[in-house]
């Protein structure tokens, strides 16, 4: 329910709260930030490894995108233990402090080499970065470097940006998507309570046995009617605050957990609460195939009484 602050004095400190918070989450990622390219400087001064430069088939900024995801590090973290909430507008920052870090790197590296031309003449920023991307070249298989790109090297070191930004929004971007509690401003936890089958095992049944294949699809969807049937009881009794009825059926599930577990499709049955004030959902994902061809899809989710999430909690 929302309230003001002359209604509910206890939500005044929440505003310095967020600002202690996000200011932390801002200082940890630029702390994370620093590490890594520092990490990457040492790389490349004291190995012949350049990390940001190595691609995946040519094209995909593999090395820059990882840098990226050490560089945010901090801001995750930060975000997960302050309980400051991943925003929008966080990202856009995040996304600015990127780009920032990798070209006062690049200065930085610069500005440390004292170039000048043969006339004394100091040599420009805009003009090193340009002679750097001109030069990119590809290593070629026995070690030696290969001929420059000139203008395509252009391309490659703005594959190499975009690839160390976009890095850098993988975690802040994973947080954002978790689960909230804005009461407490903090992050909610998830638990695996159990599995509900929604299918037979896989059966092999000949493409030209119309009966069998009818058959199978039939037993199919009668499992499937089935788990149905055991996540709206559940259902039922969360939204009733039955926890006896409710750990029953759970406890019920438990010895068929292992093969659920391989059915081709099957109900994911997730507690999602907060440790602090216990406010959650019942959350029902279902399951479809094994493995990197796993997909999850939502299915349903309840609203809890905090009463009825502590004492399935403990």
């Given at each position: 329910m929302n309230t003001t602050p002359e209604a509910n004095p206890t939500s005044a400190p929440v505003g310095?709260?967020?600002?202690q918070s996000y200011l932390l989450v801002l200082i940890s990622g630029l702390a994370s930030t620093a590490l890594a390219l520092v990490g990457v400087y040492v790389l490349d001064a004291k190995t012949d490894f350049h990390i940001m430069g190595w691609y995946a088939n040519y094209i995909l900024p593999i090395g820059a995108v990882l840098v990226g995801v050490a560089a945010s590090s901090g801001y995750g973290l930060a975000s997960w233990f302050s309980g400051i909430k991943i925003t929008r507008s966080l990202l856009w920052i995040v996304l600015a402090l990127q780009l920032a870090a990798y070209f006062a790197t690049q200065y930085?590296?610069?500005?440390?080499?004292?170039?000048?031309?043969?006339?004394?003449?100091?040599?420009?920023f805009v003009e090193y970065f340009d002679v750097m991307a001109r030069s990119f070249a590809w290593r070629q298989n026995d070690g030696s470097p290969g001929k420059p790109l000139g203008a395509w090297g252009?391309?490659?070191r703005g594959l190499e940006i975009v690839g160390f930004a976009a890095g850098g929004l993988i975690v802040p971007l994973v947080l954002r998507k978790k689960p909230y509690c804005q009461?407490?401003?903090?992050?909610?936890?998830?638990?695996?309570?159990?599995?509900?089958?929604?299918?037979?095992?896989?059966?092999?049944?000949?493409?030209?046995?119309?009966?069998?294949?009818?058959?199978?699809?039939?037993?199919?969807?009668?499992?499937?009617?089935?788990?149905?049937?055991?996540?709206?009881?559940?259902?039922?009794?969360?939204?009733?605050?039955k926890?006896?009825?409710?750990?029953?059926?759970?406890?019920?599930?438990?010895?068929?957990?292992?093969?659920?577990?391989?059915?081709?499709k099957r109900f994911s049955l997730q507690l999602v609460?907060?440790?602090?004030?216990?406010?959650?959902?019942?959350?029902?994902?279902?399951?479809?195939?094994?493995g990197k061809q796993l997909k999850q899809t939502d299915f349903s989710s309840t609203e809890l009484h905090p009463d009825f999430a502590r004492s399935v909690c403990q």
């Open positions: 310095p709260r967020e600002e930085i590296g610069f500005k440390s080499l004292n170039l000048v031309h043969r006339n004394g003449a100091p040599v420009g252009y391309a490659f009461a407490c401003q903090r992050y909610m936890r998830t638990r695996q309570l159990g599995l509900a089958p929604a299918s037979v095992p896989v059966k092999k049944v000949k493409k030209s046995d119309a009966a069998g294949l009818a058959a199978y699809e039939a037993e199919q969807q009668q499992a499937f009617d089935r788990g149905k049937q055991t996540v709206e009881a559940l259902q039922q009794h969360a939204a009733g605050a926890t006896a009825d409710f750990q029953k059926i759970l406890t019920e599930l438990e010895p068929g957990k292992k093969q659920t577990a391989k059915l081709p609460h907060c440790n602090r004030c216990y406010a959650g959902q019942f959350v029902v994902k279902q399951l479809l195939g094994q």
